[in-house]
Structures are given as C-alpha cells and as structure tokens.
C-alpha cells in the first residue's frame, strides 16, 4: 500500500462505522481485535471518505438488485479494471455465498443477470456508446429505479477500483475466515 495507516487512527474512525452492513466483513476481523480490509483501512484515514463509503449500504447489500447481480457486476466490472482487492475479496464473498463466479460467459446466468453483466461490461468499456437497442432491452428486465440503481454500483465500483488500484491496496484473504450474509 503506498500510504502509511496509522492503526490507532484506523481503530478509532472505524469504530463509529463498525455497524455498517457495508463494512461486516471488517466490522468481524476488528471485533477479533484484527486488522480490517486495507482499503477500508485507507478510507478510515480520513473520517469523511468511510463515512462516504458507509452510505453505500443502501446499494449494497441492502439495495433493490438481486445479490447474485451485484456480485457479479462488482466482479466483472473489477476485472475490466484489474482491481485485485476487489477481484480477490468479492470471489471470496461470492464463495461464501454460494455465487457462481462464472461472469464471462452468457450460459448459466439468469436474463436479469446476463443483461446486468453486459451492461456493466458496455458502461465501463464506453459509456457514451451504449446501443439505444440493448438499452430498450435492459428496460425489458429492470425497471427504470433498478436501472439507476445498477449505473451507480457500476460507477461506484470503477471509483473504487481506481482508488485501489492508485494506492496499491491489496487483498490478503483478510475475508476467508468471517461469515457473509
């Protein structure tokens, strides 16, 4: 990681964060008195940043989408980036939950999930140059709301990307030992 964490620092923002759904795996490593994820360990540097990120929990987990979409999305949408905190920590996640991990293909996956992951796959690659076509049909499978909902995890996750990728944060298997839900 290129920056340097402060673990006192790092213990004390996070604690005001630690209920958080979006922060439960870390929420169980700093309950066992471990360290948390790095990336969340590089939003709770600054205070405002993880209280940024603790509002994506509306999106996810908790959001409208299926989990299994917003699995796959995050994984896809992660390897078109070359994220490997969010490649490595969401196949974890996506194990626990029984997620089939396959998002390259076409077969296998439900419509809902096809189009999601081409979605993703049309917006992070060129976002101005979505087919009207394809749109017309993602209107055909989600309603406008989810729509809304799946552009922003999808923009969300290339932030998150990036920012993982600019600081070198890495995923160490910091998640193989917690529960998911």
Do not use: W
């Amino acid at each position: 990681m290129r920056i340097t964490i402060d673990p006192e620092q790092v213990a004390k923002t996070f604690d005001k964060f630690s209920t958080n759904s979006s922060l439960q795996e870390s929420a169980q490593l700093f309950a066992q008195g471990l360290p948390i994820a790095e990336m969340i360990q590089a939003f709770a540097i600054n205070e405002n940043v993880l209280r940024a990120f603790a509002g994506f929990e509306r999106v996810y987990p908790n959001g409208n989408l299926e989990r299994d979409i917003l699995e796959k999305v995050i994984l896809r949408v992660s390897q078109l980036h070359e994220c490997q905190f969010c490649v490595n920590s969401h196949l974890t996640i996506m194990q626990k939950l029984g997620v089939s991990a396959d998002v390259s293909a076409d077969t296998g996956h439900t419509p809902r999930e096809r189009l999601a992951l081409r979605f993703a796959e049309l917006v992070t690659r060129d976002s101005n140059a979505i087919p009207d076509e394809f749109f017309n049909e993602l209107l055909t499978a989600f309603n406008q709301s989810e729509i809304v909902e799946l552009t922003f995890l999808i923009g969300f996750i290339t932030m998150l990307n990036r920012f993982n990728n600019a600081l070198q944060i890495r995923y160490h298997e910091e998640f193989k030992d917690v529960e998911v839900s």
